[in-house]
């Protein structure tokens, strides 16, 4: 049987699943279920400086749905605890006493002066807790107060607050990074010029949910005003994926441990985390939506995966995916692929072919003996997947990799064993000689 068992930077969970800081993790009484329910730790709802944060009483959250009414994407305009750092601190401590075997980690924002990050550690460090986390994320609120986000976008603040961290403080330090940036890359290696022992990423996205077009306000709203707020969900997961793989595979930070966040609602997803290098995957948007109780599908789910796979302990599989995450410039522009129609299941609904005619290469035929038929043809076929992508039957459309020596028949050429990138390519005017 798999064994979920996670040990990261020596905080010992019995399994990755950890609730992300944010509502569900910022009480006590929230904290206990979650333990009952199975989760293997939690990180605590961001503390910050008395007096404690005051939050609107409207909207805080909304969602984007999709057709069939299942949230996609939420977004919130909730800022760090608004409870006092006392409550906060004295629940804390009752909870790892209570839960020895859970991993219980605390979310920090204070200002960007030494003075305050060298008071609020030594507390922190009192409540037995196993590590903290640095929130330079959240885009909202808190970042107008050069707090959160606006740290996290400056790599030079990022260094030196993480550096205070290890100079106040024993226990392990995770810097929470934000999304919002134009290369991840670089607040991940500051994070870790300041001694980080780890990153966790991603945090919400600045966004806009909408607009109401009869009053003409933004949505949500307080009163007349709205702000922006962080999205998460399902929705961005492809973006978090895509900022873990960048960490996990740049030289400077190569092998730096990462808790991966970002859209994670089934064990599924988590896994995928795992399979591109993070030690614990942390879950809020999907808790909010489904509660606490997800994480035994998840935990099950995770080790019938594992038994099917042989892989005995998570490290088994860790950061197996990330050596087919590559730049552009290295795909194999030999290797050719066309989409085959399963006609006994196309139920002919003409989407494939109206997205290959108007967007692709015009591919797909639409009649066969004057019958409603849809088939591809090979020669205009550039094995795009659109179609595939838009078929409403799971498995209609495939793609077939075509084998080194048959004749890719829109290009008349026959299709070779060797492996060709852009950067020998002739038609590149700055190839190099392979
Ligand atoms: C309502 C809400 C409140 C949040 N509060 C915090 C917070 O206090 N500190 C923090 O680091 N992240 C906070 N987050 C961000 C989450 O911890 C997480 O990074 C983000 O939601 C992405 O994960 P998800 O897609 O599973 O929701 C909050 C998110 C939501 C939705
Ligand atoms: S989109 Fe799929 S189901 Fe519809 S016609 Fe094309 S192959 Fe058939
Ligand atoms: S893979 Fe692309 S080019 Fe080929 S049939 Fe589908 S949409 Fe058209």
Known sequence: MAD??????????????????????????????AFQAGWGGVVWKTLGLDPHV???????YSTLRGADRRILGLNNIE?????????????????????PDRAVVVSIMVP????????????????????????????????????????GQVPEYIEMVTRWCKQYCRL???????????????PARAAKAGGADAVSLINTINSVMGVDLDQMLMTPHTGNQGSHGGYCGPAVKPIALNMVAEISRDAPTRGLPISGIGGISTWRDAAEFIALGCGTVQVCTAVMVHGFQIVRDMISGLENYMDEKGFRTLEDFRGMALGSVTD?????????????????????????????EDTSHQAISTSLMGERHFAVR??????????????????CISLRHLQPGEVDKRTGIVVSDQY???????????????
């Open 4 to 33: 979920l068992h996670s040990n990261f930077l020596g905080i010992h969970s019995p399994n990755p699943f950890w609730l992300a800081s944010a509502p569900p993790t910022d009480k006590e009484y929230n904290v206990e279920r």
């Open 54 to 60: 005051v939050n609107v009483c409207g909207p805080r």
């Open 79 to 99: 800022l760090i605890t608004d409870r006092s750092l006392e409550t906060n601190l004295e629940e804390i401590a009752r909870i790892k006493q209570r839960w």
């Open 112 to 151: 960007c002066e030494e003075e305050a990050w060298k008071w609020i550690l030594p507390q922190v460090e009192a409540t037995g807790a196993d590590g903290i986390e640095l929130n330079f994320g959240c885009p909202h609120g808190m970042s107008e107060r050069g707090m959160g986000a606006a740290v």
């Open 172 to 186: 392990p330090v995770i810097v929470k990074l934000t999304p919002n940036i134009t290369d991840i890359r670089y």
């Open 328 to 356: 552009w410039r290295y795909l194999n522009l030999n290797h050719v692929e066309k989409a085959v129609i399963d006609q006994t299941s196309c139920i002919k609904c003409g989407r494939c072919h109206l997205v290959c």
């Open 378 to 395: 090979e020669e205009d076929c550039v094995g795009c997947n659109l179609c595939a992508s838009v078929c409403p039957v799971e498995n």
């Open 420 to 434: 060709a990138n852009w950067t020998t390519h002739p038609n590149n005017p700055m190839a190099t000689t392979a």
